[in-house]
Nanobody
């Protein structure tokens, strides 16, 4: 599975962005989808995950209530809607896929990774 993340950019605090993670080479539907982020000098951290069928969803405490993960298996894409962005959300955001398709939160539980997309939130 090849993953391509897109949708990052520069936004003011309080603004919104929508990230997309498009899969190719294999259908995404058996895989759980996840989003992680990595700020300079910090470890990659979990942001959100969604099960293969979209029924189970999990967020980190730092984004709960502001970010929404979703998926469209017909389009082979996982999304991350980010609202009420804060400067501390600034990072490179990575999408990932894991099989079997249950929700998982650790980096090592994911099998495939996209290349990352930069999100910068100005104060």
């Amino acid at each position: 599975v090849q993953l391509q993340a897109s949708g990052g950019g520069l936004v003011q605090a309080g603004g919104s962005l929508r990230l997309s993670c498009a899969a190719s080479g294999h259908t995404l539907s058996p895989y759980a989808g996840g989003w992680f982020r990595q700020a300079p000098g910090k470890e990659r951290e979990f942001v959100a995950a969604i099960s293969w069928n979209g029924i189970s969803i999990y967020y980190s405490d730092s984004v709960k209530g502001r970010f929404t993960i979703s998926r469209d298996n017909a389009k082979n894409t996982v999304y991350l809607q980010m609202n009420s962005l804060k400067p501390e959300d600034t990072a490179v955001y990575y999408c990932a896929a894991s099989i079997p398709g249950g929700v998982v939160v650790r980096v090592e539980e994911y099998d495939y990774w996209g290349q990352g997309t930069q999100v910068t939130v100005s104060s």
